[in-house]
C-alpha cells in the first residue's frame, strides 16, 4: 500500500492531476412547470411557457476562448490585464509576448500558479495530445529555448484561432440583434468584473467567519442588520489590526447581492469599487495570513464554475438551434432552457397575483443549507452519517429549495398557493472528459416534477362585463342625475372617470363566486412598471381589490350602511314575529335618552308613523335606533356574529381582506348604546366587504351561508375558517323581507325605484348610504346595492360599494347592477332575459 501510494502521489502524480483537470462534475437543473392558474371554464390567468435563455459561465469562456485564455495567462503572470474586449483586439501581439516565455521564467512562478498557466498555454497553442504535453514538460525542465522556439507552429495555429473566433462573435452578434453590434464581449468583461467583485468581498467575508468563527451564513446574517454589522466590524478591525475605521470595513462587507450596496462602493465606477476591495484584501492578506489561505482561490473557483450570468433572455430560435449543435464553437455561451410566467389575460391581477425572483430574506434556508453541504462536500473521508446528511442536502438543494435564480409567488393566489402550483426541480449530473473529447458519463438523474394546477370560479367574461358596466354608469352619471334626480346636485368631488367599485356576485346554486371586480382597473404592465409609486396613494389605489375591501384608507372604511339594515330586521323578527307590524315614529331627527347627540334620518321631514316593511323599504333609520333601543345588542350580535361579520371570509387571499371585516365586541354593543344604534345602519360598529354582504343576502335568500371560497380545485392552502352553527330563518321570516326588499325596488318610495328594474327580474335588494371621514373631516360618502334575485327561485347574491361617490345607493350603485344584468343575464340566467326598455 505503502508503494502503491508513492506511485499514484510521486510518480503518476502528474498525470492524475491533469486528468483530474480534464474531467469535471458538472450539475444541470431541469426546471418544472408551475402549475397553471385557471377558470372553470378553461380560461388561463397563469401559465408557464418554456423558453430559452443565453447564459455566460466564465469558467469555460476562460478555459477555451483566446481572450478568456489571454486574460488568466496574464494575471497568472501578474502582468496588469486589459479587459476581455482589449483582450481580443491584442490577442495577436499578447499571443507573440507569451511565446517568449522560457522554462526559467515559468520556474518563478508557484507550482499552483505554473501549473495553472501550463493548462492556458497547452490550450493556446495546441499542445493537448500525450506527445505534445511530454514535450512540453521537458521544455519546462529544460530553461532553453523560448516557448515559440520550442513549438514553431504554435503562432500560426494561435492565429487560426483567433480569426475562427471573430467569425464566430461576429455571428453571434448579428444573430442577437443590432443593439448586441460589437457589444458581447464588452458585455462579457463588465460581467467578468462583477464576479471578481463577487469574488473579493465573498472572500473578504469568508476570512471574517474564520476569524470570527461563524458560519457563512450566520456571518451574512448579522452583515444584514446595521448594528450587528457594525460591532462584527469593530471586532475584526481589532483582531486585524487594520488602518482607518472600522465603519469603512463594515461599509465594504455589506453584501453586493442586497438591494441596498454600500454608498461607498455604490458611488464608484464598477473597476473602482474592484480596486477599493482588492486593497482592503491585500491589507487583511498581510495582517492575518491564518484567517485568508486558500479562500480567495476557494471563491475563484466557486464563483467562476458555478455562478452563470443572463445574457439575453428568450432568444431567437435560430440562435438556440445555432447553439445547440455548434455549442463548442462558442465556449462561455450557453443555452438554458427555462420557464416563464405568462399572464393571458389583464383582469383580477390582485386575485391571480404575481411571481419574483427571492428577496434575501427568502433565502435564509437555502444559505444554511448550502454552508452546511460545502463543509460535508469538503470532506475527504465522510462516515455514514455524514454521508447519508450530504446525500440528502444534495437532493433537496438540487431539487426543491428555493434558489436565488428562481421565483416563487409573492401575492394573491399565486402566494397562498406556492406549495400547490410549485414543482420540484430536476437535475442530471455528468462526469465531463474535456480534453480528449470523451463522451460525458452520466452519474445521476432526477426528473422534473411539475407543479398542479388551481382552478377558480371566476368568470373572465362576467369579470370583463361588469368592469365595462361600471365604467358606463359613472360616464353616464351627469346625465343620469340630470333626467331622474334633477333636485339633487352631483357633488363636486365626483370624479367619473375614476370609479372606485367593489362587486362581488355568488351563484347560490352551485355555492360558487363566479365574479369579484374592482375598479380602478390595473393592467400587468402598470403593476411591474409602477408598483412602488401605487403602494404609496392613498386614494383610488388599484392595487386594492374592493370586492375584497382590505387594505383601505380612512376615507375607504367599508361601513356597510344601510344594506346592514336586513340583518337587524331577521334578528327582531327571530326573537319576537310582532316586530314585523309595531310602528315607530319617526320625526327626521331622534335624540335617544341620557344622550346629547342627535340622530338624523334621511328624510328631512320624518316618515311618520312606519313600520318595517316600510322602513326597509325607505330606509328609515329612526325606526331601526328604536329598533336597536328595544331590541337589545344580544340578538343583533348573535346573528351577525353567526354570519360570518367581524371575521375573516374564507377567501383564499387573506391579505386582500385586511381589515376589511370587523365587528365591534359585544361588552361595548351592551354598554354603549348610541353605538349599537349606529351599528344597526351599518356605520361605526361593523365593516364588510361586497363579498361578505353578498353572503348576507345569499342567507336571506336561501337560510344557508354561502361559501367565499374561489378555489374549486388545489388542496392545501385554503384558509381556515371557525365552523360555526348558521341560524335558519324560517320561510316566513324570509319571505316577508324579501316582499320589503323588494318593495325598494318595484313599488313608488323604493329607495331604488328610480333604476326601474325589469319586473321580470324580481330583484331583491336593499340600497344603503356609508359615513365616512379623514382625520374628522366628513368625507363623500359611499353607495352600496346588495340583494338577490330572482325572488321565487334565488340564483344569484350580489353586493356593489362604489366608494365615495357622494351619492345614495339608488343613484349608482344600483344602475351597476341593471346595466351589467342587461349584459350578463344571457349567461346568468336566460329565462330572464327581457327585451331592451322592457319594465
Known amino acids: 500500500?505503502?508503494?502503491?501510494?508513492?506511485?499514484?502521489?510521486?510518480?503518476?502524480?502528474?498525470?492524475?492531476?491533469?486528468?483530474?483537470?480534464?474531467?469535471?462534475?458538472?450539475?444541470?437543473?431541469?426546471?418544472?412547470?408551475?402549475?397553471?392558474?385557471?377558470?372553470?371554464?378553461?380560461?388561463?390567468?397563469?401559465?408557464?411557457?418554456?423558453?430559452?435563455?443565453?447564459?455566460?459561465?466564465?469558467r469555460d469562456f476562460r478555459r477555451m476562448h483566446p481572450a478568456g485564455q489571454i486574460h488568466a495567462a496574464l494575471k497568472l503572470l501578474d502582468v496588469a490585464a486589459p479587459g476581455i474586449e482589449q483582450c481580443m483586439v491584442d490577442a495577436q501581439y499578447w499571443a507573440n509576448q507569451l511565446l517568449q516565455l522560457s522554462g526559467d521564467r515559468m520556474a518563478n512562478l508557484s507550482g499552483r500558479d505554473r501549473n495553472d498557466l501550463n493548462y492556458y498555454l497547452q490550450g493556446m497553442f495546441d499542445l493537448k495530445s500525450t506527445e505534445q504535453r511530454d514535450e512540453y514538460l521537458?521544455?519546462?525542465?529544460?530553461?532553453?529555448?523560448?516557448?515559440?522556439?520550442?513549438?514553431?507552429?504554435?503562432?500560426?495555429?494561435?492565429?487560426?484561432?483567433?480569426?475562427?473566433?471573430?467569425?464566430?462573435?461576429?455571428?453571434?452578434?448579428?444573430?442577437?440583434?443590432?443593439?448586441?453590434?460589437?457589444?458581447?464581449?464588452?458585455k462579457i468583461e463588465q460581467r467578468r468584473q462583477r464576479l471578481q467583485l463577487m469574488v473579493l468581498q465573498r472572500s473578504l467575508q469568508d476570512?471574517?467567519?474564520?476569524?470570527?468563527?461563524?458560519?457563512?451564513?450566520?456571518?451574512?446574517?448579522?452583515?444584514?442588520?446595521?448594528?450587528?454589522?457594525?460591532s462584527t466590524a469593530h471586532l475584526l478591525h481589532q483582531q486585524w489590526q487594520l488602518d482607518g475605521r472600522a465603519e469603512y470595513l463594515a461599509a465594504m462587507l455589506i453584501p453586493i447581492d442586497d438591494n441596498a450596496p454600500s454608498e461607498q462602493l455604490r458611488r464608484q465606477e464598477l473597476s473602482q469599487q474592484i480596486e477599493l476591495l482588492g486593497v482592503l484584501w491585500k491589507q487583511v492578506e498581510l495582517a492575518a495570513p491564518q484567517d485568508t489561505a486558500g479562500i480567495l482561490r476557494d471563491q475563484e473557483y466557486r464563483v467562476h464554475r458555478f455562478r452563470v450570468i443572463s445574457l439575453s433572455k428568450d432568444i431567437d430560435y435560430h440562435l438556440v438551434d445555432l447553439l445547440a449543435q455548434q455549442g463548442d464553437d462558442y465556449p462561455g455561451l450557453y443555452l438554458q432552457k427555462v420557464t416563464r410566467r405568462n399572464y393571458?389575460?389583464?383582469?383580477?391581477?390582485?386575485?391571480?397575483?404575481?411571481?419574483?425572483?427571492?428577496?434575501?430574506?427568502?433565502?435564509?434556508?437555502?444559505?444554511?443549507?448550502?454552508?452546511?453541504?460545502?463543509?460535508?462536500?469538503?470532506?475527504?473521508?465522510?462516515?455514514?452519517?455524514?454521508?447519508?446528511?450530504?446525500?440528502?442536502?444534495?437532493?433537496?438543494?438540487?431539487?426543491?429549495?428555493?434558489?436565488?435564480?428562481?421565483?416563487?409567488?409573492?401575492?394573491?393566489?399565486?402566494?397562498?398557493?406556492?406549495?400547490?402550483?410549485?414543482?420540484?426541480?430536476?437535475y442530471s449530473q455528468v462526469l465531463e472528459g474535456g480534453e480528449d473529447g470523451k463522451v460525458p458519463l452520466e452519474l445521476r438523474y432526477s426528473a422534473p416534477l411539475n407543479g398542479h394546477d388551481v382552478v377558480l370560479s371566476l368568470d373572465i367574461d362576467l369579470i370583463e362585463v361588469a368592469e365595462k358596466s361600471i365604467a358606463k354608469v359613472y360616464a353616464n352619471t351627469r346625465q343620469r342625475m340630470r333626467q331622474h334626480f334633477p333636485s339633487t346636485d352631483l357633488p363636486a368631488k365626483f370624479d367619473p372617470s375614476t370609479p372606485k367599485v367593489g362587486f362581488a356576485l355568488i351563484d347560490l346554486?352551485?355555492?360558487?363566486?363566479?365574479?369579484?371586480?374592482?375598479?380602478?382597473?390595473?393592467?400587468?404592465?402598470?403593476?411591474?412598471?409602477d408598483y412602488q409609486e401605487l403602494v404609496g396613494l392613498k386614494n383610488a389605489s388599484p392595487l386594492r381589490h374592493r370586492a375584497l375591501a382590505g387594505n383601505y384608507w380612512p376615507q375607504e372604511t367599508p361601513y356597510p350602511g344601510s344594506t346592514f339594515k336586513p340583518l337587524a330586521a331577521a334578528a327582531a323578527l327571530m326573537k319576537d314575529y310582532s316586530l314585523w307590524n309595531k310602528s315607530y315614529r319617526c320625526e327626521g331627527v331622534f335624540q335617544a335618552n341620557g344622550s346629547t347627540s342627535v340622530l338624523n334620518c334621511d328624510s328631512r321631514y320624518g316618515h311618520q308613523d312606519i313600520t318595517m316593511r316600510d322602513a326597509l323599504k325607505k330606509s328609515c333609520n329612526i325606526y331601526f335606533y328604536k329598533l336597536a333601543r328595544d331590541l337589545g345588542p344580544t340578538p343583533i350580535y348573535q346573528l351577525a356574529k353567526s354570519l360570518g361579520f367581524g371575521s375573516a371570509t374564507g377567501f383564499e387571499v387573506p391579505a386582500l381582506e385586511k381589515g376589511a371585516n370587523y365587528l365591534v365586541d359585544f361588552e361595548t354593543l351592551s354598554n354603549n348604546q348610541m353605538r349599537l344604534m349606529r351599528t344597526v345602519?351599518?356605520?361605526?360598529?361593523?365593516?364588510?366587504?361586497?363579498?361578505?354582504?353578498?353572503?348576507?343576502?345569499?342567507?336571506?335568500?336561501?337560510?344557508?351561508?354561502?361559501?367565499?371560497?374561489?378555489?374549486l380545485e388545489g388542496s392545501g392552502a385554503s384558509l381556515a375558517v371557525e365552523v360555526r352553527d348558521v341560524p335558519v330563518l324560517s320561510d316566513s321570516y324570509r319571505e316577508q323581507i324579501a316582499e320589503a326588499l323588494s318593495a325598494v325596488n318595484y313599488e313608488l318610495?323604493?329607495?331604488?325605484?328610480?333604476?326601474?328594474?325589469?319586473?321580470?327580474?324580481?330583484?331583491?335588494?336593499?340600497?344603503?348610504?356609508?359615513?365616512?371621514?379623514?382625520?374628522?373631516?366628513?368625507?363623500?360618502?359611499?353607495?352600496?346595492?346588495?340583494?338577490?334575485?330572482?325572488?321565487?327561485?334565488?340564483?344569484?347574491?350580489f353586493a356593489i360599494m362604489c366608494e365615495n361617490t357622494g351619492l345614495h345607493g339608488g343613484q349608482i350603485a344600483s344602475f351597476v347592477l341593471k346595466e351589467f344584468l342587461q349584459q350578463a343575464m344571457p349567461q346568468l340566467a336566460p329565462e330572464?332575459?327581457?327585451?331592451?326598455?322592457?319594465?
Not at 408551475?34 to 390567468?45: K, L, M
Not at 500560426?156 to 458581447?184: N, P
Not at 444534495?394 to 409567488?409: F, N, Q, V
Request: hydrophobic fraction near 35%; charge should be positive; aromatic fraction near 12%.
Open 207 to 230: 476570512a471574517a467567519a474564520r476569524s470570527l468563527q461563524y458560519s457563512s451564513s450566520e456571518l451574512r446574517g448579522k452583515l444584514r442588520d446595521s448594528e450587528s454589522r457594525l
Open 509 to 529: 346554486k352551485k355555492d360558487q363566486v363566479p365574479m369579484l371586480a374592482t375598479t380602478p382597473l390595473l393592467g400587468r404592465q402598470q403593476y411591474r412598471r
Open 681 to 711: 345602519i351599518g356605520q361605526v360598529g361593523v365593516q364588510a366587504s361586497p363579498l361578505q354582504m353578498a353572503r348576507l343576502y345569499g342567507w336571506l335568500a336561501t337560510s344557508t351561508l354561502p361559501s367565499a371560497s374561489i378555489v
Open 1 to 58: 500500500m505503502i508503494v502503491r501510494l508513492f506511485q499514484l502521489q510521486i510518480v503518476e502524480g502528474d498525470e492524475w492531476q491533469r486528468e483530474a483537470r480534464s474531467s469535471r462534475l458538472d450539475q444541470d437543473t431541469i426546471p418544472f412547470k408551475r402549475g397553471r392558474i385557471t377558470s372553470a371554464n378553461g380560461e388561463v390567468f397563469a401559465e408557464d411557457d418554456f423558453a430559452y435563455d443565453l447564459y455566460f459561465r466564465y
Open 344 to 426: 393571458p389575460v389583464a383582469i383580477i391581477p390582485q386575485i391571480v397575483g404575481t411571481v419574483r425572483l427571492p428577496q434575501e430574506s427568502n433565502l435564509v434556508e437555502y444559505r444554511k443549507l448550502n454552508d452546511r453541504f460545502r463543509q460535508l462536500r469538503k470532506m475527504f473521508y465522510r462516515n455514514a452519517e455524514d454521508e447519508a446528511e450530504y446525500r440528502k442536502l444534495r437532493h433537496k438543494l438540487w431539487s426543491s429549495t428555493l434558489r436565488p435564480d428562481e421565483t416563487s409567488g409573492i401575492s394573491g393566489v399565486e402566494d397562498a398557493f406556492e406549495q400547490v402550483l410549485r414543482g420540484v426541480r430536476g
Open 832 to 839: 330572464l332575459v327581457v327585451q331592451a326598455h322592457a319594465r
Open 749 to 797: 318610495g323604493g329607495t331604488a325605484y328610480k333604476t326601474q328594474f325589469p319586473v321580470k327580474w324580481q330583484i331583491v335588494g336593499k340600497t344603503g348610504t356609508s359615513q365616512v371621514s379623514l382625520g374628522g373631516s366628513p368625507q363623500p360618502t359611499h353607495a352600496w346595492f346588495t340583494g338577490y334575485f330572482p325572488a321565487n327561485n334565488p340564483q344569484y347574491a
Open 138 to 186: 521537458s521544455w519546462l525542465d529544460s530553461g532553453e529555448f523560448t516557448l515559440g522556439q520550442k513549438f514553431p507552429g504554435a503562432a500560426a495555429y494561435f492565429s487560426e484561432q483567433l480569426k475562427f473566433f471573430e467569425i464566430r462573435i461576429t455571428a453571434i452578434e448579428k444573430m442577437l440583434g443590432s443593439h448586441w453590434h460589437q457589444a458581447l464581449l464588452t
